[in-house]
């Protein structure tokens, strides 16, 4: 039987983008999917959206995400982390509750990816009560931006999107045939190989399956948009995603570009749903 799925994208910062999205879904009590799956900043909005909590995300990436205790140059330069994504995960748990009890009551399953630093594969994690912080910490944890490798299950794990940023290929092999993916990038946009990747391979000298996983990135994200405009014939994919002229990257904070990244995704959703979207407010 087919189904209907949500995919959600990552991209650190550019997840405002998704949160606008989200925040739009809950408006109108859009929730038309039999499951989603979410990569490290898309796998933090869902969670929000399918416990109900309609701006939770916006408040988190626009205050806790923003905190020198998350992003912090100093003290990635002193040896500690770039982005503490431990710090961030509970914090605004604890700030900013889930209503995770609805959410589970929901049934709509939530998957994670994570990637596996023995090999550099992505994992498909389903969200439960004993897993959830654990699963979202990994998914999260940008490669040496976050200097652990939190663990799953007793396996390192790092950042979902090196193994698959866009999980809509997973998506349709496990039964999806009306897939909406929210992207964090525009249409048309390719990725190209880092030329970061070689210098770092001293430091991943003894994870050779990490370093493997580094260097099909690009290709694997661009796999992933090849199958999205080229969906199966017995597919249908919806796609969300932002203008070029998107104003944030992955480490922005500035308070007024956040707010905008957030209302294009929200215009967008609108636009989606074919509703008049709102003008932005404060």
């Not at 995300?57 to 330069?77: L, P, V």
């Not at 104003?247 to 707010?259: A, F, S, W, Y």
């Amino acid at each position: 039987m087919s189904s209907r799925a949500l995919v959600v994208e990552g991209g650190a910062m550019r997840g405002i983008f998704a949160a606008g999205v989200l925040d739009a879904f809950l408006e109108k009590d859009y929730r038309e999917f039999d499951f989603a799956v979410g990569v490290s900043a898309g796998s933090t909005n869902l969670i929000g959206y399918l416990a109900g909590d309609h701006g939770r995300s916006r408040h988190i990436i626009t205050d806790h995400a923003c905190r020198a205790e998350f992003i912090n140059w100093q003290r990635f330069m002193s040896g500690g982390h770039l982005c503490d994504v431990h710090w961030l995960w509970h914090q605004s748990l604890q700030d900013v509750p889930l209503s995770l009890g609805r959410h589970w009551q929901s049934q709509t399953p939530l998957w994670v990816v994570t990637t596996s630093v023995e090999d550099g594969a992505p994992r498909y994690h389903q969200a439960t009560p004993d897993n959830l912080n654990e699963i979202m910490t990994a998914s999260c944890s940008i490669p040496f931006a976050y200097r652990q490798f939190p663990t799953v299950n007793g396996h390192p794990m790092t950042d979902g999107g090196l193994g698959d940023s866009i999980p809509v290929r997973w998506a349709y092999e496990q039964g999806a045939r009306d897939i909406t993916v929210v992207l964090s990038r525009h249409q048309g946009y390719r990725k190209k190989p880092s030329a970061l990747t070689p210098l770092l391979k001293p430091w991943v000298k003894d994870m050779p399956g990490l370093y493997a996983g580094m260097l099909k990135r690009s290709q694997a994200y661009n796999d992933a948009l090849e199958f999205i405009d080229n969906p199966p014939a017995d597919c249908r994919i919806t796609v969300i995603a932002p203008d070029r002229d998107f104003p944030v990257n992955r480490l922005t904070t500035n308070g007024q570009k956040l707010e905008q990244g957030y209302w294009q995704g929200h215009q967008a959703a609108s636009v989606a749903l074919g509703v008049q979207p709102l003008e932005a407010v404060g």
